[in-house]
């Protein structure tokens, strides 16, 4: 058997590392393109039922429906929805 150069087995290592990165960098474009996905479908059922409720004139039920279910001030602020005040406000830098 041949003996292994150092300088072999520091290319070997380079390149494991720069397959490392790659394997990191297709796994962060497969985890984005999820997300993605996910957010997509939560904007066409989103969309789905709030054009639902607008016709079956339902849109009160849906308010308060989102006043049981959101706790951010933020995202019940969208729906006209008294805030709780629980959430710390930023302060200027």
Request: hydrophobic letters at 30%; charged letters at 45%.
């Amino acid at each position: 058997m041949p003996a292994i150069s150092k300088e072999r087995l520091a290319r070997l290592k380079e390149q494991r590392e720069k397959l490392n990165a790659r394997i990191q960098m297709t796994e962060a474009r497969f985890k984005t393109s999820e997300r993605k996905k996910d957010t997509r479908k939560k904007i066409l059922l989103g969309s789905y039922y709030l054009n639902k409720a607008i016709k079956e004139n339902s849109l009160d039920e849906v308010k308060s429906i989102m006043d049981k279910f959101l706790t951010r001030d933020s995202d019940r602020i969208l729906f006209d929805l008294p805030t709780t005040g629980k959430e710390k406000r930023k302060k200027n830098a």
